[in-house]
């Protein structure tokens, strides 16, 4: 079963900046395409980056210009670099594999908690 934990989350102001990290096991990482998800409350999981195996990214509208999704295939690792939060970037952050499985899958992890505020 693949197993995904999640890293890096925090309280951070207005204009403030996270790194979030996302360490993969038991999966053949480096042949897969990643994606980082959020959820806000009362809402659904939704896609805001994605990195194809050979390194090519997508963004969400909303975060275009201000995230950066990176992976390490040798530490089979996928980062998320979030600079000038806003408000409306508060939500749990998960990774998986892209596209994603089932909300049910239990290849999800907790996911790490970015709170934007001041």
């Known amino acids: 079963q693949v197993q995904l934990v999640e890293s890096g989350g925090g309280l951070v102001q207005p204009g403030g900046s996270l790194r979030l990290s996302c360490a993969a096991s038991r999966i053949i990482f480096s042949i897969f395409a990643m994606g980082w998800y959020r959820q806000a409350p009362g809402e659904q999981r939704d896609l805001v980056a994605r990195i194809s195996s050979d390194g090519r990214t997508n963004y969400a509208a909303s975060v275009q210009g201000r995230f950066t999704i990176s992976r390490d295939n040798g530490k089979n690792s996928v980062y998320l670099q979030m600079n000038s939060l806003k408000p409306e970037d508060t939500a749990v952050y998960y990774c998986?594999?892209?596209?994603?499985?089932?909300?049910?899958?239990?290849?999800w992890g907790q996911g790490t908690q970015v709170t934007v505020s001041l």
């Open positions: 998986n594999i892209y596209p994603p499985p089932d909300p049910s899958d239990d290849s």
